[in-house]
Structure formats: structure tokens, C-alpha cells
């Protein structure tokens, strides 16, 4: 009998060949949703261990993608180590891996090689650009596949000398990881349903971050034939101005504009033609917020806040990271926690983002030390 308190992947085996950050990053989330993920390292261990800064032999960003795991070395050219590979594919519920196309094949680690041995075995790939196609031996990186996308220049086009401009995070991976962990819980669900029998699951960074990037950008490219409407490019972005810092918000209804006219003390705004209606405020972005300006620069951050939330409006500070840490709700959602560690000390983690009304959800380890559980794991 379940117990319905649960974590909701408790009792799910997830063998990892993945290093880096996409692969991972869908390891660690489901690990917070209760599996066993035991990450397989090369014998140079996963390339993010080398990343500073460190606390010890354990670096900060090789934490936020792989608490709660279990680490095993494996060499998988090796043929002793590759069936130790195989013997632990043939006892999991899901594989991942962020390998080349092909390079699983080669090792006789397939998904055709495991599935006759374990039916209900969930294979699931990251790719760069996808397992065919001319691009597909090709290596990827985050700002590569930005930069192939789109993205970088659309974001250009609102800068003064419209160069290219990154998302600077590693946006592309993440994004590839929660769609993949999205890909395998249905899997798993369908595993449910269809008598126990598993499937492959497939994702690449370039359809994933298009997917998440593009339906904005991409409206004058929607409809295609010829007398289409276009519209110009519109920046819908704008930090303004405090006393002592930055704001920034979204006017959307009318009753938020002449909200956002009573906050910055601009009430002589109200009924300008510019602003009469959503659209205009729209085509009029920058000249809105600059008006707004000339009003919030004459206040402090805290009073802006303050008087934009008693008349509605949706605006928040530009917050450093330790404001972030330090925001009331934040601190009331328990949005991050430590841990407390008794080789690393004190160590500060994201919470999961998705609440259940009964599934408990238990975060209590750091990402493992480099074949910390290696005789646990293979000498069972």
C-alpha cells in the first residue's frame, strides 16, 4: 500500500549518463520528486566538478544540478565497467542521457539492447539538435543553440547598437531538462497504462528552447499568407528609476494604468490620449514608462512598492540576489532552505517548485562527492 504522503516518485530507479547541466538538472528534479537517481561519472568525473567556486572537493553549481543523487564511476570503455552499466539499466525504472546520438548504441547500451531484458524501461535523450538530421553529430552549448534560434537578435533589436544579446544563465539546458522530466513522467504514466511496457523519450535543446522562446517572437511569422497584419517590434520591458534603486511593473487594464499614474504621482496623465486604451499604452511603452519615471525618481524604492500594491498595479524592485533572499514572501514561501552538512557546512538550495496538497517532498542531501556511493550501488 502507497502511502499517499509520499514523495510522488518514491520507488523509481533513474540510472543517469549525463553530465554538465542538461541531464542533470531533470535528474535532480526528480529526485526531489522522490526517485533513487544514481548518477554514472566518467573516471574524471563529471566535467561541472572542475566549476569554482568550491566548498572542499564540491563546487557550488554542480550542487544546484545534482543534490539528492548517489555517484558511481564507471569507465564505459572498459568492458568489466560497461557491464556493471548494463546490469544497473536492466534494474531501472528510467534511464538519461545527454550523450551524442549513437554514442549508446556503441557501448550496447541502447534502448533496443535493454528493452528485451527490461520492457518497462523508459529511455530518455537530450540532444542537441535531435538523433538525424545534418546537424546531429554536432556539439551544443547553451548560447549556441540561443544564438541558432533566434533569440539573441530578437533581444538585440532593443539595444542601441542592435548587437546580439544572450540570456546569460544557462537557460537553454534548464528548459531542456524540465521539458524532458515532463516527457518522462507522462512515460511513466503511460507505462501505467499500456501493461508495464516503457518507450523512448527524446528532447533537444534547439526544439525545446524554441518551443519556450519563439511563440512571442515569432506572431508576425504566424500567419503566413501575404495580407497578413504585422506590427513593429515592441519593447514591453522597462526598469524605471527610484531614489535608491529600480522598479519594474506591467500596466495592462486601465484601472492598473491610473493606478500606476496615482503611484508616481502623475495623476495628470490620466485621460492623455497616448494611454486611452491597452493598445495604445502598448505602442506608447517607452514614452509611458518614462513619464511614470519623472514621477517614481522623486520616491523611494519602498514607497513606489507600498503605494503601487494599495492601488494595484503589478510592480516589483529590481532586487540584488540577497534581496531576493531576504523578501517577505520569499522568506514566507520558503522559496529556498539550508542544509546543514556536516562535512560542507551550511548549504543553501532552491526549494522544488511545485506544492501537492498531500505528496511530501524531501530535500535533505547535497549532491554527492565524486563515487561516494560506489560500493553501495554495485556491490548489492
Same mark, same amino acid.
Given at each position: 500500500?502507497?502511502?499517499?504522503?509520499?514523495?510522488?516518485?518514491?520507488?523509481?530507479?533513474?540510472?543517469?549518463?549525463?553530465?554538465?547541466?542538461?541531464?542533470?538538472?531533470? %535528474?535532480?528534479?526528480?529526485?526531489?520528486?522522490?526517485?533513487?537517481?544514481?548518477?554514472?561519472?566518467?573516471?574524471?568525473?563529471?566535467?561541472?566538478?572542475?566549476?569554482?567556486?568550491?566548498?572542499?572537493?564540491?563546487?557550488?553549481?554542480?550542487?544546484?544540478?545534482?543534490?539528492?543523487?548517489?555517484?558511481?564511476?564507471?569507465?564505459?570503455?572498459?568492458?568489466?565497467?560497461?557491464?556493471? $552499466?548494463?546490469?544497473?539499466?536492466?534494474?531501472?525504472?528510467?534511464?538519461?542521457?545527454?550523450?551524442?546520438?549513437?554514442?549508446?548504441?556503441?557501448?550496447?547500451?541502447?534502448?533496443?539492447?535493454? +528493452?528485451?531484458?527490461?520492457?518497462?524501461?523508459?529511455?530518455?535523450?537530450?540532444?542537441?539538435?535531435?538523433?538525424?538530421?545534418?546537424?546531429?553529430?554536432?556539439? $551544443?552549448?547553451? &548560447?549556441?543553440?540561443?544564438?541558432?534560434?533566434?533569440?539573441?537578435?530578437?533581444?538585440?533589436?532593443?539595444?542601441?547598437?542592435?548587437?546580439?544579446?544572450?540570456?546569460?544563465?544557462?537557460?537553454?539546458?534548464?528548459?531542456?531538462?524540465?521539458?524532458?522530466?515532463?516527457?518522462?513522467?507522462? *512515460?511513466?504514466? *503511460?507505462?501505467?497504462?499500456?501493461? %508495464?511496457?516503457?518507450?523512448?523519450?527524446?528532447?533537444?535543446?534547439?526544439?525545446?528552447?524554441?518551443?519556450?522562446?519563439?511563440?512571442?517572437?515569432?506572431?508576425?511569422?504566424?500567419?503566413?499568407?501575404?495580407?497578413?497584419?504585422?506590427?513593429?517590434?515592441?519593447?514591453?520591458? &522597462?526598469?524605471?528609476?527610484?531614489?535608491?534603486?529600480?522598479?519594474?511593473?506591467?500596466?495592462?487594464?486601465?484601472?492598473?494604468?491610473?493606478?500606476?499614474?496615482?503611484?508616481?504621482?502623475?495623476?495628470?496623465?490620466?485621460?492623455?490620449?497616448?494611454?486611452?486604451?491597452?493598445?495604445? +499604452?502598448?505602442?506608447?511603452?517607452?514614452?509611458?514608462?518614462?513619464?511614470?519615471?519623472?514621477?517614481?525618481?522623486?520616491?523611494?524604492?519602498?514607497?513606489?512598492?507600498?503605494?503601487?500594491?494599495?492601488?494595484?498595479?503589478?510592480?516589483?524592485?529590481?532586487?540584488?540576489?540577497?534581496?531576493?533572499?531576504?523578501?517577505?514572501?520569499?522568506?514566507?514561501?520558503?522559496?529556498?532552505?539550508?542544509?546543514?552538512?556536516?562535512?560542507?557546512?551550511?548549504? +543553501?538550495?532552491?526549494?522544488?517548485?511545485?506544492?501537492?496538497?498531500?505528496?511530501?517532498? +524531501?530535500?535533505?542531501?547535497?549532491?554527492?562527492?565524486?563515487?561516494?556511493?560506489?560500493?553501495?550501488?554495485?556491490?548489492?
Amino acid at each position: 500500500m502507497i502511502d499517499p504522503r509520499d514523495a510522488p516518485c518514491k520507488g523509481v530507479r533513474i540510472v543517469e549518463f549525463a553530465t554538465m547541466v542538461s541531464g542533470p538538472f531533470a %535528474g535532480q528534479m526528480l529526485c526531489d520528486l522522490g526517485a533513487e537517481v544514481i548518477k554514472i561519472e566518467p573516471v574524471s568525473g563529471d566535467p561541472m566538478r572542475a566549476m569554482h567556486p568550491k566548498q572542499g572537493d564540491l563546487p557550488a553549481f554542480f550542487q544546484q544540478v545534482n543534490r539528492n543523487k548517489k555517484s558511481v564511476s564507471l569507465d564505459l570503455k572498459d568492458e568489466a565497467d560497461r557491464e556493471a $552499466a548494463r546490469n544497473l539499466c536492466l534494474q531501472a525504472d528510467v534511464i538519461i542521457e545527454n550523450f551524442r546520438p549513437d554514442v549508446m548504441d556503441r557501448l550496447g547500451l541502447s534502448y533496443e539492447s535493454l +528493452r528485451g531484458d527490461n520492457p518497462g524501461l523508459i529511455f530518455a535523450s537530450i540532444t542537441g539538435y535531435g538523433s538525424e538530421g545534418p546537424y546531429k553529430d554536432r556539439p $551544443a552549448y547553451d &548560447h549556441v543553440i540561443q544564438g541558432l534560434v533566434g533569440v539573441m537578435d530578437d533581444f538585440g533589436q532593443y539595444s542601441d547598437d542592435k548587437a546580439p544579446v544572450p540570456v546569460r544563465n544557462f537557460l537553454v539546458d534548464k528548459v531542456a531538462s524540465t521539458t524532458l522530466t515532463q516527457g518522462i513522467l507522462a *512515460a511513466l504514466l *503511460a507505462r501505467e497504462r499500456n501493461g %508495464g511496457t516503457g518507450q523512448t523519450v527524446s528532447v533537444s535543446l534547439l526544439e525545446a528552447y524554441a518551443a519556450l522562446m519563439l511563440p512571442a517572437i515569432m506572431i508576425n511569422h504566424t500567419f503566413q499568407n501575404e495580407d497578413a497584419e504585422r506590427i513593429r517590434k515592441i519593447d514591453m520591458y &522597462h526598469p524605471i528609476r527610484t531614489q535608491d534603486g529600480y522598479v519594474i511593473g506591467h500596466i495592462q487594464t486601465d484601472a492598473q494604468f491610473e493606478g500606476m499614474c496615482r503611484t508616481a504621482d502623475r495623476d495628470e496623465l490620466i485621460g492623455d490620449e497616448r494611454f486611452k486604451d491597452a493598445w495604445s +499604452r502598448m505602442t506608447h511603452y517607452e514614452s509611458l514608462w518614462a513619464e511614470m519615471e519623472k514621477g517614481t525618481s522623486k520616491q523611494d524604492t519602498r514607497t513606489v512598492i507600498e503605494k503601487a500594491a494599495k492601488y494595484g498595479v503589478p510592480l516589483a524592485p529590481v532586487n540584488t540576489i540577497d534581496d531576493f533572499f531576504s523578501d517577505p514572501q520569499v522568506r514566507y514561501n520558503k522559496t529556498w532552505f539550508d542544509i546543514e552538512d556536516p562535512d560542507y557546512g551550511t548549504i +543553501r538550495n532552491l526549494c522544488y517548485p511545485v506544492r501537492f496538497g498531500t505528496s511530501q517532498i +524531501r530535500i535533505e542531501h547535497r549532491a554527492p562527492r565524486f563515487c561516494e556511493h560506489q560500493d553501495e550501488i554495485l556491490n548489492k
